[in-house]
């Protein structure tokens, strides 16, 4: 039977949602929830603050939030005008933050203190940008580090000279005719830019992959197609929204009038009440850390819920033993990255343990996978080497770097990811290892280099390692390799408190090894054998 697709944009998105399921609800928290007309609502009000505040087509602005509700308005209300959503790590630091901001050229910052008990994102910006601290005028912001930061933008009741309380860009937009609102949203093209997402590579800088709208929402459309989403159902995502992987089930589950239901920051008990209570029918927890901690929960074993689908990367094994504890739900893995906008591989519910459990799954319709040589030629079915990806899904190309750009993509449009992995016969990808210096840290990729560099500023470090070791809770963890300059000294709290601060706690190492000579090849450290002492090492009784 034939088929089609139909796309929108992200604001006709959200348009078409509250005039086809009104009262259905979109996002639910534990604190409160949002039907599809009240989150237009809201994403209209953002949109008509952010005209009145002179934020135009095509410039980027930040959102420096946790999983909020308001966090959704923002990202959604800053493309309805036509202008870049850029989300930003909350679990960033100062040094990670200034390159961001800068490197984005952002326009407007969004944030909130919510979080100040826990994460004082205020505080961050500030003591990422010394000159803040000196303005009075929030409407032009004048920065020296960050010259085009005009605004920034608070969600919570801190009053600061140099902040706009969102209450008040309310007032501001409720000042803008609504048709203006509605004649910028009309000139969204599914060629625009929607989001700029930012990605640890495996250089010190995190890199900006901008994703056209069409992009995303085809992408999200053929996530709900796969899923065979309906308005019945609802994805449960714990993940920040920051993280494509919830921006992208969120979009899913608008395309057909699902539900999402999420939490500010994870805890099982709450995230386990809360699937129970909404009943949600698909659940994401994709990271083995969130798996294992809602599983291992007491509130688990009361039973009561309604999960048909649970996606859940990991090894095979680990696929079996989630799945064999969970009798009539279907355990599917996948493959993906923010380059091709999230999860673009993905099991099928309906096949065989068998294939799920071994396969990340096919490619969705339209989109194109294949395993390259060094030499960048195709292998055949059961050939390793690395996945290599194509289609409408794809970013833009990385912000500000061509020479990685020249890098990353073939002559035949193939973009080259790095990863390591195998595909079948009938198309399936599975992934094995990285090609490139990175970690996968509790599902999060990180950047050898980011950490090394860190550590490199230290005065006592001469030269600094950083390896993959095994971690029973985050799969892998960092552990840094360390050779001092002569007669100098330094203890492993020492330079951890030097990392602390300056990257995300995440990329922290948790183990320190000091060494005075190095594996050598004729002209390189060979990090495989740091990587297999570290191992070993770890595994001894």
Request: aromatic share 8%; charged share 25%; net charge negative.
């Amino acid at each position: 039977m034939p088929t089609w697709t139909e796309v929108l944009t992200t604001p006709d998105l959200v348009t078409r949602a509250a005039a086809l399921w009104p009262e259905k609800d979109a996002l639910v928290f534990p604190d409160g929830r949002e039907t599809y007309r009240e989150l237009a609502e809201s994403v209209a009000q953002v949109a008509l603050g952010l005209i009145a505040l002179g934020i135009k087509p095509g410039e980027r602005v930040g959102v420096l939030m946790p999983n909020m509700l308001e966090t959704m308005h923002y990202l959604y209300g800053i493309q309805a005008i036509g202008a870049v959503a850029v989300p930003l790590n909350t679990r960033n630091r100062i040094r990670e933050t200034q390159y961001i901001v800068g490197d984005a050229d952002l326009r407007a910052i969004v944030t909130t203190d919510v979080l100040d008990d826990t994460i004082d994102l205020v505080a961050l910006l500030a003591k990422s940008f010394p000159d803040l601290e000196a303005q009075k005028d929030p409407f032009n912001l004048d920065i020296r580090e960050v010259p085009n930061l005009r605004h920034i933008i608070l969600v919570g009741s801190k009053d600061l000279p140099y902040i706009i309380k969102a209450d008040h860009l309310r007032k501001m937009g409720g000042r803008v005719d609504r048709d203006v609102l509605e004649l910028r949203q009309s000139r969204v093209r599914l060629r625009d830019i929607a989001l700029m997402p930012y990605t640890s590579g495996t250089t010190a800088s995190p890199k900006g992959c901008p994703m056209t709208q069409e992009a995303i929402n085809r992408t999200a459309i053929e996530q709900a197609r796969v899923l065979k989403l309906t308005p019945d159902d609802g994805i449960f995502c714990p993940l920040p929204a920051f993280h494509m992987v919830f921006y992208m089930a969120m979009l899913a589950c608008m395309s057909v009038g699902a539900t999402t239901v999420t939490v500010r920051y994870f805890q099982p008990d709450v995230a386990v009440r809360l699937l129970r209570q909404e009943q949600s029918t698909h659940l994401f927890t994709v990271f083995p850390v969130f798996v294992q901690g809602m599983m291992g929960d007491p509130g688990w074993q009361e039973g009561g819920l309604n999960i048909r689908v649970l996606f859940a990367v990991g090894a095979e094994k680990s696929i079996r033993h989630i799945e064999a504890q969970l009798p009539g739900v279907s355990v599917i893995s996948g493959y993906g990255c923010t380059e091709a906008g999230g999860q673009m591989v993905l099991g099928i519910p309906e096949d065989p343990l068998d294939i799920r459990a071994t396969t990340g799954g096919k490619p969705f319709r339209g989109m194109e996978a294949t395993i390259l040589d060094e030499e960048g030629r195709e292998l055949g079915p059961g050939q390793r080497g690395e996945i290599a990806l194509r289609g409408y899904n794809m970013f833009e190309g990385y912000h500000n770097d061509p020479e990685k750009n020249a890098r990353a993509w073939t002559k035949d449009g193939w973009f080259r990811t790095g990863d390591i992995g195998i595909m079948d016969e009938g198309g399936r990808v599975t992934y094995l290892d990285r090609e490139k210096d990175m970690l996968k840290v509790g599902g999060e990729n990180v950047a050898a280099a980011e950490i090394e560099s860190v550590l490199g500023t230290h005065p006592a470090v001469h030269i600094a390692q950083v390896v993959a070791a095994p971690d029973k809770k985050y799969e892998q963890v960092p552990a840094a390799f360390i050779q001092l300059r002569p007669g100098q000294s330094v203890t492993a709290e020492e330079l951890l408190e030097h990392c602390r601060g300056q990257v995300a706690s995440f990329k922290l190492p948790r183990h320190f090894r000091f060494v005075t000579e190095w594996p050598m090849s004729s002209t390189k450290i060979q990090k495989f054998q740091l990587r297999e002492m570290i191992a070993r090492e770890l595994a001894e009784p």
